[in-house]
């Protein structure tokens, strides 16, 4: 499949990056990302938890 870069803000930085967990659940609305005078898509995150 095609990669999407994905942005959140406001994480629990003690629960999160979790080393073991394989799988997520997201919450997240899509979205463009300019910078620079480019634009790709970018998922902006929501809410985050382990599957």
Known sequence: G???D?????????RWPDPS???LHLV???DINE???NRSAQLI???L???
């Open 45 to 47: 995150v929501s809410h």
């Open 2 to 4: 095609t990669m999407i």
């Open 6 to 14: 994905a942005i959140a803000f406001n994480i629990d930085l003690r």
């Open 35 to 37: 910078f620079r005078g």
């Open 21 to 23: 967990a394989k799988t």
């Open 28 to 30: 997240y609305r899509l």
């Open 49 to 51: 938890e382990v599957a």
